[in-house]
Nanobody, 118 residues
Framework: QVQLVESGGGSVQAGGSLRLSCAAS????????MGWYRQAPGKQRELVAR???????NYADSVKGRFTISRDNAKNTVYLQMNSLKPEDTAVYYC????????????WGQGTQVTVSS
């Protein structure tokens, strides 16, 4: 089994930055695609960023140029650097693992709250 534990959320003013971390247990991390999702109150969960085992990265249009996803396989950790934060970035952010790199995320973290005030 794989366990994912997010950290780094918090409250910040608009224009500020946060870095989220997701530590993974288990042995599948280096071969998995990893994703960061978010869900705001009353909205559907959306994929914010994804990174494959080969470091191919994709971003939602709403965060392009502001967010950067990266990974450290030696630490079994994936990061989401969030800059120029906006109030509309406020959400619970979830880390997820896609072990087969098929687009199906089989493992999820518990989520971390990000609140951006204007």
């Amino acid at each position: 089994q794989v366990q994912l534990v997010e950290s780094g959320g918090g409250s910040v003013q608009a224009g500020g930055s946060l870095r989220l971390s997701c530590a993974a247990s288990g042995t599948i991390f280096s071969n998995s695609a990893m994703g960061w999702y978010r869900q705001a109150p009353g909205k559907q969960r959306e994929l914010v960023a994804r990174i494959t085992s080969g470091w191919r990265r994709n971003y939602a249009d709403s965060v392009k140029g502001r967010f950067t996803i990266s990974r450290d396989n030696a630490k079994n950790t994936v990061y989401l650097q969030m800059n120029s934060l906006k109030p509309e970035d406020t959400a619970v952010y979830y880390c997820a693992a896609d072990p087969t790199e098929s687009g199906r995320y089989d493992f999820w973290g518990q989520g971390t709250q990000v609140t951006v005030s204007s």
